[in-house]
């Protein structure tokens, strides 16, 4: 791939057409998916110290939010990750000792790391993410 004026154009085809297509004729899941398969599919020693992805499962595929759960919890073993999410496919994709829940109160943020052995009976009988959505685990908005 040769840069035209210090750019890429990102081109590609349809499987059994001859139709070219380019980014602005693809949707923002695609381009999302794109930019993140990118980034975490780098060689390890190409990736910085630290990642932080906000809300990267934003406009994707549920398919390919498992994909890129998958890799971002093989790229943690190289950087440091720090990932925003409000999505229970994504936090079904981790352990419960790999999520950090943000609390907001009096102005505050508190942070704590889940224990799986305070959550056994709970997650025996349920998902992290069943669990996170009865409240069990915290981090849902207050009123």
Request: charged share 25%; glycine share 4%; net charge negative.
């Amino acid at each position: 791939m040769e840069p035209i004026n210090n750019s890429v154009m990102l081109q590609w085809s349809e499987r059994d057409t001859d139709l070219v297509f380019s980014a602005h004729q693809v949707s923002d899941g695609t381009l999302r998916t794109i930019a993140l398969l990118t980034l975490l599919l780098q060689p390890p020693d190409n990736l910085p110290e630290v990642l932080i992805l906000d809300e990267p499962e934003l406009g994707l595929h549920p398919y390919a939010i498992n994909i890129i759960g998958g890799l971002i919890k093989s790229v943690s073993h190289y950087s440091q990750v720090i990932l925003a999410t409000q999505s229970p496919l994504l936090i079904d994709c981790f352990e419960p000792e790999d999520i950090i829940v943000v609390e907001r109160k009096d102005g505050k943020s508190y942070f704590s790391r889940l224990e799986e052995s305070k959550l056994e009976d709970w997650l025996a009988e349920y998902s992290l993410s069943e669990i996170w959505n009865k409240n069990i685990i915290g981090g849902r908005p207050r009123r």
